[in-house]
């Protein structure tokens, strides 16, 4: 009887056994496998949160950079620009029927593009336009000049010729253009 009692109490121990692994062992794998999850994404958090408090600094950075590069950029305006510059001039002219008579940027202006500016702002040329025609396509060249991406502000506008036996008035318009701005647009 003792034999019996110890054999069933062996295989009643062995059964549980048995089960208890049978059913727990998947959900230790999936205790493990979760475990195992929450640690990656914990990582996965941690990373983040370390981007996110650099993310300030980038966005300053990338700021400046592109302020530097901006500056850049309008310190390289070489001869090509100022062609291309006058070149905007001519085919304005055109368009609205004027006689182009003269495009000055004074000589101090052009010496004074190769020094590249100190205070980091743009460099900007003081531009003159002396043209001829009637007056609303004078109006109209002015207005599709101070459209333009270079425009910076008006210095002067003069008007002469006006009632002296002339066909069309003649008109002076100087302006400050930034350099740099026709390469971006």
Known sequence: MKKLWLKSTLA?????????????????????????????????????????????????????????????????????DLIKLFRRFEENAMRFRLNLLEITPSIEELLKLNKLSEDGQPQQLNMMVRLSGDFPALGSFVRTIEEEKFYQGTNFCRVTSVGQGEAFPEMTFGFKAVLGALREG
């Open 12 to 80: 009643t121990v062995a059964l549980t056994a048995g089960w208890y692994l049978f059913l727990m062992s998947p959900l230790k794998n999936e205790e493990n496998r979760v475990a195992s999850a929450r640690a990656e994404l914990e990582t996965n958090i941690a990373d983040y949160e370390k981007k996110l408090l650099e993310f300030p600094e980038f966005y300053r950075a990338e700021k400046e950079l592109l302020e530097k590069r901006k500056v850049l950029i309008s310190q390289l305006y070489s001869k090509e």
